[in-house]
């Protein structure tokens, strides 16, 4: 989430927090989304400020939220998504506030990397170095976004409650320069990425760099974005379930584990459409995982659990299938270390019997498997 209140916010903490800028701007910033992943030691860093999970998830999760709950079928169809999850943008945008926006996080940002006694006119050489001669879309950003909305995030695919936010609130989104996204990289301290949604808003930006990728990485890392608003919409950037233990467990999503949920479904939907492959899968790890647990639960359990944020029936299936407080067990492994999270996997499945030959011939995994250690 990301509003100019906030950042004005983070400007007076600035005055006062000079000495740990760059450590202050890392924690505190918003969470954005990034593409091509985040560096491992970055994410750390933001999950550990975002949510430290210790040896015991549920010891964990107690901080944020746990409330006790009944074990019975009724109750757990009563649970109250409208708190849980489900929400809709705090900022809605249309074309013209949405550009306002992104000037403003860029002055924003600039003004940070000025304090830094970073001088912009250089950053900007750099990032001009960085254009191509030809910064225009055959095909706009605009319009490949209308058409992913229109054709292929259709009602049967989100769900009637977020297909109906969606179509209510649609994203907007922007292009913006090059330099827009070195600055956000320059001030947040991420890897230079082609696209971001801003949590808590219907605004999407896209790289004019995007430019030079190909069609079906321009139609991935749409879709990409477009998948981070309409689960936005549907869970709120939470995850919750009934444990095997009958407790409801509740906490902020890990961000990586929500990103392999979005690339798996970017993939897929990317080459299921006008039959494109994409030149590359990001998030290589958290994709894997995503992959495994899509491969055990179904895709359509997967999919109404990230769009939902209810992963009672995941936590369910998973559970039965590798024994009770597996799931957990894998959340905790994999927010600690994404890439130990799919070895966790890999192992669970093969103690279990589980033939893992036919997800590893998954074009998407073999596609990750390229950018992964090992
Ligand atoms: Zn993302």
């Given at each position: 989430?990301?509003?100019m209140?906030?950042?004005?916010?983070?400007v007076d903490?600035?005055?006062?927090?000079?000495?740990?800028?760059?450590?202050?701007?890392?924690?505190?910033?918003?969470p954005?989304?990034t593409?091509?992943?985040?560096?491992?030691?970055?994410?750390?860093?933001?999950?550990?400020?975002?949510?430290?999970?210790?040896?015991?998830?549920?010891?964990?999760?107690?901080?944020?939220?746990k409330?006790?709950?009944?074990?019975?079928?009724?109750?757990?169809?009563?649970l109250?998504?409208?708190?849980?999850?489900?929400?809709?943008?705090?900022?809605?945008?249309?074309?013209?506030?949405?550009?306002?926006?992104?000037?403003?996080?860029?002055?924003?940002?600039?003004?940070?990397?000025?304090?830094?006694n970073?001088?912009?006119?250089?950053?900007?050489?750099r990032?001009?170095?960085?254009?191509?001669?030809?910064?225009?879309?055959?095909?706009?950003?605009?319009?490949?976004?209308?058409?992913?909305?229109?054709?292929?995030?259709?009602?049967?695919?989100?769900?009637?409650?977020?297909?109906k936010?969606?179509?209510?609130?649609?994203?907007?989104i922007?292009?913006?320069?090059?330099?827009?996204?070195?600055?956000?990289?320059?001030?947040?301290?991420?890897?230079?990425?082609?696209?971001?949604?801003?949590?808590?808003?219907?605004?999407?930006?896209?790289?004019?760099?995007?430019?030079?990728?190909s069609?079906?990485?321009k139609?991935?890392?749409?879709?990409?974005?477009?998948?981070h608003?309409?689960?936005?919409?549907?869970?709120?950037?939470?995850?919750?379930?009934?444990?095997?233990?009958?407790?409801?467990?509740?906490?902020?999503?890990?961000?990586?584990?929500?990103?392999?949920?979005?690339?798996?479904?970017?993939?897929?939907?990317?080459?299921?459409?006008?039959?494109?492959?994409?030149?590359?899968v990001?998030?290589?790890?958290?994709?894997?995982?995503?992959?495994?647990?899509?491969?055990?639960?179904?895709?359509?359990?997967?999919?109404?659990?990230?769009?939902?944020?209810?992963?009672?029936?995941?936590?369910?299936?998973?559970?039965?299938?590798?024994?009770?407080?597996?799931?957990?067990?894998?959340?905790?492994?994999?927010?600690e270390?994404?890439?130990?999270?799919?070895?966790f996997?890999?192992?669970?499945?093969?103690k279990?019997?589980?033939?893992?030959?036919?997800?590893?011939?998954?074009?998407?995994?073999?596609?990750?498997?390229?950018?992964?250690?090992?």
């Open positions: 989430m990301i509003t209140a906030e950042r004005q916010q983070e903490r600035q005055k006062v927090t000079d000495a740990k800028t760059s450590v202050e701007t890392t924690i505190q910033k918003p954005v989304d593409n091509p992943r985040v560096s491992t030691q970055q994410a750390l860093i933001a999950l550990g400020a975002l949510f430290t999970f210790g040896d015991d998830l549920k010891r964990v999760l107690a901080q944020t939220l409330i006790p709950h009944p074990k019975d079928e009724e109750a757990v169809q009563k109250d998504h409208s708190r849980l999850g489900c929400t809709r943008p705090v900022d809605v945008f249309d074309e013209r506030s949405a550009a306002d926006h992104s000037s403003g996080i860029l002055s924003y940002n600039e003004s940070i990397i000025a304090k830094r970073l001088a912009s006119e250089d950053l900007l050489t990032f001009l170095n960085k254009l191509t001669l030809n910064q225009t879309f055959s095909k706009s950003p605009v319009l490949i976004g209308q058409e992913i909305s229109s054709d292929w995030l259709t009602k049967s695919y989100l769900g009637p409650v977020v297909y936010r969606y179509t209510e609130t649609p994203p907007v922007t292009i913006e320069p090059v330099k827009f996204f070195e600055a956000e990289q320059e001030v947040g301290g991420k890897s230079l990425f082609s696209g971001i949604y801003y949590h808590d808003t219907n605004h999407i930006a896209i790289s004019k760099g995007l430019n030079t990728a069609d079906a990485d139609y991935r890392l749409i879709v990409h974005e477009e998948l608003y309409a689960a936005f919409l549907g869970s709120k950037l939470q995850i919750h379930f009934i444990s095997s233990d009958g407790e409801l467990v509740s906490s902020a999503m890990p961000s990586l584990l929500h990103e392999g949920l979005t690339e798996l479904h970017a993939q897929e939907l990317t080459r299921g459409h006008r039959g494109m492959v994409p030149d590359k990001d998030y290589p790890p958290e994709t894997v995982c995503a992959a495994y647990l899509q491969s055990i639960v179904g895709a359509d359990v997967l999919r109404e659990a990230y769009f939902s944020g209810d992963f009672t029936e995941v936590s369910r299936i998973f559970d039965e299938k590798f024994g009770k407080g597996s799931f957990q067990q894998f959340l905790v492994v994999f927010s270390d994404s890439t130990k999270g799919s070895v996997l890999e192992k669970l499945f093969n279990a019997g589980v033939d893992t030959a036919d997800i590893e011939k998954n074009p998407i995994v073999v596609g990750a498997r390229k950018h992964m250690p090992g």
